[in-house]
Structure formats: structure tokens, C-alpha cells
């Protein structure tokens, strides 16, 4: 399994090795599995997924952004030798000598959304500064959900509808391919309490985080679904 090499400038602090199956948190607070002790580090700032063979940064609306090779993004999927930089401090992913990579291609690897830097923090600044004043600004308008293709597809989908489908048939909101899925395969549900997916036909059931879905769940954010030839995330949107 690769490893994340933690370092501030040149000295090289601590090495922590990514597990099978298991979320590795980064962030200020101690019930991180990777705590950085700094005031520009948010208390839950980023995570690291597997998800199949790769493994999935996603930073978790940290004030500060994450950067993967200079490049400020919401989620990236790491490659050998990345440099992540959170606050002041760098963190190397890489694999043991020798050690097999999984094929970009095959699970999407290569696509990874970023956000310009500039118009990023134009974007932070109008939604946490009050015009005129200078004081925080509390969001009260509900995020929209949206799905965002980390394999099988590209862009984003919005929740906008109070359903959307997934699934092989031709009206369809997400349409998807495979042997075993559902003409209707799955469903969203734009509820009050949140976001539902809910299985609805088909041999292969969704997965969500890897574990397939029997009947409905609800999506937390940050959430990873699979369904069929299609991997997904699921994020807010304010």
C-alpha cells in the first residue's frame, strides 16, 4: 500500500501508510489520522479514499484549499510522487519500489476537478464577507446536491429535480451501462432531511463507499457511488 510522507520544508516529520478499505483523515484536531498542528490547517481539512484500485483526495471545504502539485482542487486522484500542500506543510504520496500502479484509464484517474485560484478565492470572499462591512456571513439558502463523474463520464450533474434516475433507460437523468443494471437502476430523492438513493431494479445493485445499497440511504457528502460502468460523488453546492 502506498504511503503519505508528511514534511515541513525540508524535514521530514512523520510517515503514515494508507490502509485497505480506509478513509485517512487529515486536519488541526486530534481525531485526525493525520494531525497538522497549524492555524492555517482547518480542524477536518481533506481525506484520502480508496476507491477501487486509486486513491481519492477530497478536501472537505477547508478555509485554506488543498493543492496537489500547485494546483488548488476539490478532489484529485493521486499519482506516485504528488505533493499535496495544506497550510504550510507538504504531504508526498507514493508507492513502494516496485509496487503496482493502478492504470489511469481504467478507473479514471485521469480526470480531476480543480479550481482556478483566483476565481476561487473571489468565490470564498463574496460568500463569507458581508458587503460594506467586512462581517462573516452565515449561509442560509440549502446546498444543492450534485453528482460529479469520477470515472464513466464528465462534469457535473445537479439535483435540481425532486427524483432523478439512473439507470439504462433512454429518459433516464444519468444514463449507464452494464449486463446487470436496472432500466431504472437506482433513484434521488431531493427530501427535507437530505438527499436518498434508493435502489429500484436490476441484478446489480448501486454501491455507495463500496457497499451496495438493498433498499435506500442517506448521501453524506463526499460520498463515492458506483453504478454500473459509472463512478460518482457526491458533493453540496451552496
Known amino acids: 500500500m502506498p504511503t503519505l510522507t508528511l514534511k515541513f520544508k ?15 483523515t487529515i486536519g488541526r484536531v486530534e481525531n485526525n489520522d493525520v494531525v497538522i498542528e497549524n492555524l492555517a490547517v482547518s480542524g477536518h481539512h481533506a481525506k484520502i479514499d480508496q476507491v477501487g ?7 472537505l471545504h477547508s478555509k485554506n484549499g488543498s493543492f496537489v502539485n500547485d494546483q488548488l482542487v476539490q478532489s484529485h486522484w493521486l499519482k506516485d510522487g504528488d505533493k499535496i500542500v495544506i497550510g504550510k506543510h507538504t504531504l508526498v504520496f507514493g508507492y513502494a519500489e516496485g509496487e503496482e500502479q493502478p492504470d489511469d484509464a481504467a478507473t479514471g484517474m485521469d480526470q480531476t476537478m480543480v479550481m482556478d485560484t483566483d476565481e476561487y ?13 467586512g462581517a462573516t456571513k452565515v449561509l442560509q439558502e440549502r ?15 445537479e439535483l435540481s429535480k425532486k427524483l432523478t434516475k439512473i439507470g439504462k433507460k433512454s429518459d433516464a437523468d444519468i444514463i449507464v451501462s452494464g449486463l446487470m443494471v436496472g432500466g431504472t437502476a437506482a433513484t434521488i430523492s431531493k427530501r427535507p432531511q437530505g438527499y436518498s438513493l ?17 433498499e435506500s440511504v442517506i ?6 457511488i458506483e453504478i454500473g460502468s459509472v463512478k460518482l460523488q457526491f458533493i453540496l453546492k451552496n
Not at 10 to 24: C, F, H, P
Not at 53 to 59: H, R
Not at 121 to 133: F, I, N, Y
Request: charged letters at 30%; aromatic letters at 8%; glycine letters at 12%.
Open 10 to 24: 525540508e524535514n521530514t516529520i512523520d510517515e503514515y501508510r494508507l490502509e485497505e478499505g480506509k478513509s485517512l
Open 219 to 224: 448521501l453524506k457528502e463526499f460520498d463515492y
Open 143 to 157: 446546498p444543492m446536491g450534485v453528482l460529479s463523474y469520477l470515472s464513466g463520464g464528465q462534469g457535473n450533474v
Open 121 to 133: 478565492r473571489k468565490m470564498l470572499e463574496h460568500a463569507t464577507k458581508s458587503p460594506g462591512t
Open 53 to 59: 484500485d486509486g486513491f481519492l483526495l477530497t478536501d
Open 198 to 214: 434508493s435502489y429500484v431494479e436490476g441484478i446489480s445493485k448501486p454501491k455507495v463507499n463500496g457497499k451496495s445499497v438493498k
